[in-house]
């Protein structure tokens, strides 16, 4: 298949060894997150291992479409057993964007998968088909900026770049002007926190799942390579073609006025050059962008502060002050899931009540006096690091801290508002449910934006700004509802509908169902990145309608040769969604367990978002504050998301016959071996 | 400096840069020889000015980069590598970005686009005629692959670093920027007349076309792209 190298990269840390899967027989998974779960399936005999076991496995998957000019699509899937999600350590996955993938591809690899463990720590250096397991001696204890500096010194010889360097001995073994791309831990990595992330270069990270203290059981500090080859592309000219009907179909940023549509006006999507970093203020920046992207959403500013950070790691602490770049470089040099960050709240209720102190109930001696100054983050960034105070618990994660500390009634309260598998709340789980179901049905904060852009940024915005939502509810709900391949004949938009009786009705069970596979296929395994795709809705065109989804299997057949429908790509992630359940039920999953926490069925929603409603036969935007979900309900609509998927509505377990229909006859084997498979 | 407009994708050439040599920019001195010789692809191997100068036709296309506005996506390189070679790749694009990810802006990212140079030392070093002036393409500074002998002269001739003219380890012999005029993979017409893939897939419009000979420091071209980009500022972006 064009776009992939043909070759995976496997290396055993405990023996040394290393070794190549041939690409082509996982082919059938389209790409990235399909494969990494079937390599995960093959290599991990026991599913119920630990996340810090040496024989858990984690994959590094890029696309078809890493390293090409398909827009928007180069991010690094990275899967395995991740402990930061509780009770149960779930198989998950995580991702990040910039140069890795589109550098792996160039060096011939399309994933990189690590097992075992290393005996003491080690780095992998990756040039072209040349891979060592080299010490780590005097890497590890760096902060992930110090480490990647310390890396591109070793692999280039100068840390820098300027000029053509040789990666061979012949002229002929290659050249780049290109630094090595690294991804790596820091100290919290190091130190087994379950929640621990990937650093590559200044702002990606790998966050949620703690695959940075899984790196750390393994002893492995780093991933760095350096390639000099080429990917190839079945159809060079149909892949620049595309590239230029999208331009000119789907821009963000409007070629004519030259003028790219900005926050709040008037879809609301990250869409404008530096975006995600608005929230650093206004410091002299460029845009900053992921290899092939066309939006381009972060900065690079003239302190150097937050770069490449945006979005959650620049609002977690202090948005808009001065402070917020600095902030952020602090979780991605340490290599902390900024996002368990938005936790915060709880430790500071906490002091305040005077439960959290100096000699009180949970004692600690860091600063809360001083919370809001870099002071007091950075304190508390190096306690969960290195394990000091009441960071010995809190780089257990928020909830296994809760549970330590007698405080799992929080979860009842809504003090801490972990909604689901110890992450904390993104969006309100009552009304955006897509976001709680997709999250609960799943093994994490899904970090899903494909609905929420449209359904809740753009009125909120919009009513921050006094005015009216530039889009109706009605042209909302109707417009997307057009678009949700295989579910769009005859077009339903009660998919959309998020009035107190929307959020349990068949419709929702179509439109969860569709995110699901979506994501797993299109963001997950083709790598679009979650804050580019889909394209649902685009000023640049006279309806408003975006590329998807035109755009998204256009660039697929493109780039790889294969003529795959939308729909097609819809089926491929419907059976990589049920390979994950499977992992899942192995690791004892069943539909008891996919509850949330108590708050969200207790406690009314606090917030007075609008989102679009079909109320009183109109549609309108009408906020949800106050609302609970009706536990009753939400079972009754599990009872029917499980049968509209063909599994069993006792257990949530997927059955044979849905499986077989998918090509996993192997699956339900081995689920009924294990006396798992639904009936 | 020439007067770039901000969005230019649709423009092509101005008369005035057919006009070749008489420009201001071009070396002091030649101008009372007129046009000299094309170099390679003709029937006239160029003559040697008493100075060891070649006196030939300018460009008449220039790409010019705000190094500023430029967000690193390399997109450019993607598309420059894929219209020509048919395939990605980072190492074979002819325009080169790089970035240090922990650099203070505007330092932090850097463009190199070939110049076009009106006295292009990489035309020069060539003892083939392999890399020479292209006069059915509007004089762009070019390599004929079936010429070069792999000597690699004109790479180390480029008065730039990275150099502009580079080694294609892939298929043998040397490459350089053509503004697009021999991009069999592309569909488009290339070339100074033409559309360039570099141009046509930048998201935030930091690289454009210009027909005319651009002013040129130390610090390479002075390009802003972003003073006159409508909401550049708006969105909170350096346009200094």
């Not at chain 2, 980072?90 to 505007?106: A, E, M, N």
């Given at each position: ?14 023996t ?42 984690i ?103 300027g ?10 073994g290659?050249?780049?002007t ?8 820091g ?39 350096l390639?000099?080859?080429?990917v190839s ?5 149909a892949?620049?073609?595309s590239?230029q ?30 975006y ?32 490449g ?10 948005p808009?002050?001065p ?8 979780v ?16 500071r ?55 330590k ?38 093994d ?27 889009v ?11 678009k ?6 005859p ?14 009705s ?60 939308f ?8 059976k ?12 004892g ?22 989102l679009?409603?079909?109320?009183n ?17 939400f ?22 016959s ?10 339900a084997d ?10 | ?15 005035q ?13 030649l ?50 590598s ?12 002819r325009?080169?970005?790089?970035q ?76 350089k ?19 360039q ?11 454009t ?23 550049w500022k ?7």
């Amino acid at each position: 298949m064009s776009g992939y190298t043909g070759k995976i990269l496997r290396i055993n840390l405990t023996t040394k060894t290393v070794s190549t899967i041939d690409t082509a027989k996982y082919e059938q998974w389209g790409g990235g997150h399909g494969i990494g779960s079937a390599i995960f399936w093959d290599l991990v005999p026991d599913k119920t291992v630990s996340a810090f076991d040496p024989r858990n496995v984690i994959t590094i998957m890029t696309s078809p479409l890493s390293g090409t000019l398909a827009p928007s699509a180069g991010r690094t899937e990275v899967q395995g057993i991740g402990p930061e999600s509780w009770p149960t350590e779930w198989f998950t996955r995580s991702n990040f964007g910039g140069r890795f993938a589109a550098m792996l591809k160039s060096a011939g690899w399309d994933g990189v998968v690590l097992e075992g463990k290393a005996d003491k720590p080690v780095w992998l250096n990756i040039v072209n088909d040349k891979v060592v397991i080299e010490d780590a001696n005097g890497l590890w204890g760096l902060d992930t900026y110090e480490t990647q500096e310390e890396i591109w010194r070793r692999v280039t010889g100068n840390g820098g770049v300027g000029d053509w360097t040789e990666t061979a001995s012949t002229r002929d073994g290659g050249r780049t002007t290109q630094r090595p791309a690294v991804v790596c831990i820091g100290p919290a990595g190091e130190n087994l926190s379950r929640i621990g992330s990937l650093t590559h270069d200044a702002g990606n990270g790998a966050g949620q799942g703690g695959f940075g203290g899984v790196f750390g059981s393994k002893n492995l500090k780093a991933v760095s390579v350096l390639g000099t080859g080429s990917v190839s592309v079945a159809d060079p000219s149909a892949l620049m073609e595309s590239r230029q009907w999208f331009i000119a179909q789907s821009q963000y940023y409007n070629t004519k006025a030259d003028v790219p549509a900005v926050p709040g006006t008037p879809m609301n999507r990250p869409q404008a050059p530096g975006y995600g970093g608005n929230f650093f203020g206004t410091a002299p920046s460029r845009p900053q962008g992921c290899s092939s992207c066309y939006v381009n959403c972060r900065r690079q500013t003239e302190s150097g502060t937050g770069n490449g950070s945006q979005c959650v790691e620049a609002v977690f602490y202090a948005p808009m002050q001065p402070i917020a770049g600095a902030s952020a470089d602090l979780v991605q040099r340490y290599g902390i899931n900024a996002y368990h960050f938005m936790g915060l709240g709880w430790l500071r209720e906490l002091s305040k009540m005077g439960i959290l102190g100096p000699g009180k109930q949970i004692d600690s001696n860091l600063p809360f006096d001083q919370f809001g100054t870099l002071g007091f983050l950075e304190a508390l960034t190096r306690a969960i690091s290195f394990r000091e105070d009441i960071g010995a618990d809190l780089a257990e994660g928020w909830v296994r801290a809760a549970e330590k500390w007698g405080r799992l009634g929080d979860l009842d309260t809504g003090l801490l508002a972990f909604p689901f598998w110890g992450y904390p709340e993104h969006y309100d789980p009552r009304s955006e449910v897509e976001w709680s179901y997709g999250s609960i049905l799943g093994d994490r904060d899904i970090n899903e934006h494909c609905f929420n852009f449209y359904v809740h940024w753009m009125p909120l915005n919009a009513a921050a700004q006094g005015v009216e939502p530039p889009v109706s509810a009605k042209d909302v709900a109707e417009k997307i509802a057009a678009k949700l391949v295989p579910y769009n004949d005859p077009v339903d938009p009660m998919m959309l509908d998020y009035s107190p009786e929307g959020v349990y009705s068949d419709s929702r069970v179509k439109e969860i169902a569709w995110h699901r596979h979506y994501t797993r296929f299109f963001k997950q395994s083709l790598a679009f990145c979650d804050w580019a795709w889909p394209d649902f809705m685009n000023t640049s065109t006279p309806e408003l309608l975006g590329s998807t989804p035109e755009a998204e299997p256009k660039f697929y057949n493109a780039v790889t040769g294969q003529n795959i429908t939308f729909e097609d790509g819809m089926e491929i992630g419907r059976k990589i969604w049920n390979l994950d359940k499977a992992i899942w039920v192995l690791q004892g999953r069943h539909r008891d367990q996919e509850v949330h926490a108590g708050y969200v069925y207790k406690v009314g929603s606090p917030l007075p978002d609008r989102l679009p409603m079909y109320k009183n036969g109109e549609w309108t935007y009408a906020t949800a504050q106050g609302r609970t979900l009706d536990q009753a309900k939400f079972e009754d609509w599990k009872t029917r998301f499980y049968e509209f998927e063909g599994w069993d509505s006792t257990t949530g377990w997927p059955t044979r016959s849905t499986l077989e229909k998918l090509g996993l006859g192997n699956v339900a084997d081995e689920l009924e071996t294990k006396g798992k498979l639904g009936k | 400096m020439a007067d770039i407009k901000a969005d230019t994708e649709n423009s092509t050439a101005p008369e005035q840069a057919t006009k070749g040599v008489s420009r201001r920019e071009f070396i002091t001195g030649l101008g009372g020889l007129g046009i000299g010789a094309v170099l390679g692809g003709g029937l006239v191997k160029g003559f040697l000015l008493p100075d060891q100068v070649f006196a030939i036709p300018a460009s008449e296309g220039y790409i010019l980069v705000d190094t500023k506005k430029c967000a690193g996506c390399t997109s450019c390189m993607l598309a420059c590598s894929l219209v020509h070679e048919g395939k990605e790749s980072l190492s074979l694009s002819r325009i080169q970005v790089t970035q240090d990810p922990f650099g203070k802006f505007p330092g932090d990212v850097e463009q190199a686009q070939c110049h076009q140079c009106p006295y292009p030392a990489c035309v020069d070093a060539c003892p083939t005629g392999a890399n020479h002036v292209d006069a059915a393409n509007g004089n762009v500074r070019t390599v004929d692959a079936s010429k070069c002998i792999g000597c690699e002269r004109c790479v180390n001739a480029c008065p730039f670093t990275p150099s502009r003219a580079l080694w294609n380890f892939e298929d043998k012999h040397a490459q350089k920027c053509d503004l697009c005029a021999n991009a069999p993979y592309w569909k488009e017409k290339g070339g100074p007349g033409g559309k360039q893939a570099c141009v046509t897939v930048c998201p935030v419009h930091a690289i454009t076309f210009t027909g005319e000979i651009p002013v040129q420091s130390d610090a390479g071209y002075d390009v802003n792209l972003r003073k006159n980009s409508g909401d550049w500022k708006r969105i909170g972006l350096s346009v200094d």
